[in-house]
């Protein structure tokens, strides 16, 4: 059952590539264009990169992505951290604490969003900053937990036995050996926690509270009165920024000591 032998398996592996990164690469490149139409070609420019860089609205968005991005993958890795240190080894319920720490990964974001909202509503919630931080630090920690978990496994328990050996306690065995063996793993699930929130859109649309912003909403609020050159813009230092963390999360996973 090789599936090179079935008929128009590369035609269809192409056109579906197409279908999904042609787009992306039209809107990079229209992000260079200096006419105000986006969809009308004139001449390369750099000018709407310069705009981006000096607009208060674009900017005040940004740093609020910034801050809930840094605060939701920090707590997320932390607890992710807990987390994979706590199924390390089996126990009774692992594989149901497993399955509800991975359980964001499967579930819609458009349901999450909505039961997050329902949910701080009837606890009294004020819908803002806190919110938004709680809220993506609960999507986020999965996308932690998964590299982490995935380097704890591959730490072969025979440095920790002779830490052991040596007469370190638990605590100094965790912060002279497990921790400096697992840091690749704990960067990387930061690194992906942070793109993950900081591209997220539909819970940051529901839980912003007023005069809150995040970039994700604030494109989607501009698109509204047409798109130009400067959403492509800051759609594609988004992408550029997604691409490099992404990258530099698959490295630190996959880093030795």
């Not at 909202?117 to 999507?139: N, P």
């Not at 040596?166 to 926690?193: D, E, H, I, Q, S």
């Not at 942070?194 to 007023?210: C, E, H, I, R, Y």
Request: aromatic share 12%.
């Amino acid at each position: 059952m090789n599936p090179q032998r079935f008929p128009f398996t590369r035609e269809t592996s192409l056109f579906v590539l197409a279908y999904l990164y042609v787009p992306v690469v039209v809107l990079i490149a229209y992000s260079f264009n200096a006419n105000r139409t986006a969809t009308v070609w004139t001449h390369a420019s750099l000018d709407w990169y310069g705009r981006i860089l000096v607009n208060p609205s674009i900017q005040s968005a940004a740093w609020n992505s910034l801050v809930i991005a840094v605060s939701a993958a920090t707590a997320a890795t932390v607890l992710a951290l807990l987390a994979a240190l706590a199924t390390r080894r089996a126990f009774l319920g692992c594989g149901a604490s497993e399955a509800i720490l991975n359980m964001p990964l499967i579930l819609p974001e458009i349901a999450v969003a909505v039961a997050t909202l329902l949910l701080f509503v009837s606890l009294g919630v004020k819908l803002g900053l806190g919110a938004m931080v709680a809220a993506h630090t609960a999507f986020c920690i999965p996308f932690a937990y998964l590299p982490i978990r995935a380097r704890l496994d591959g730490i072969s328990g025979t440095y920790e036995e002779a830490a052991h050996d040596l007469y370190a306690n638990r605590f100094r065995t965790f912060r002279r050996v497990t921790m400096p063996l697992l840091w690749p793993g704990v960067m990387a699930g930061f690194t992906l926690a942070f793109v993950t929130s900081l591209d997220d859109f539909l819970t940051s649309f529901f839980l912003a509270g007023p005069g809150l912003t995040t970039l994700p909403v604030y494109i989607f609020s501009a698109i509204r009165a047409g798109i130009t050159p400067e959403i492509n813009a800051i759609s594609a230092v988004m992408l550029v920024v997604s691409v490099l963390l992404v990258s530099l999360s698959f490295f630190l996973g996959r880093l030795r000591r």
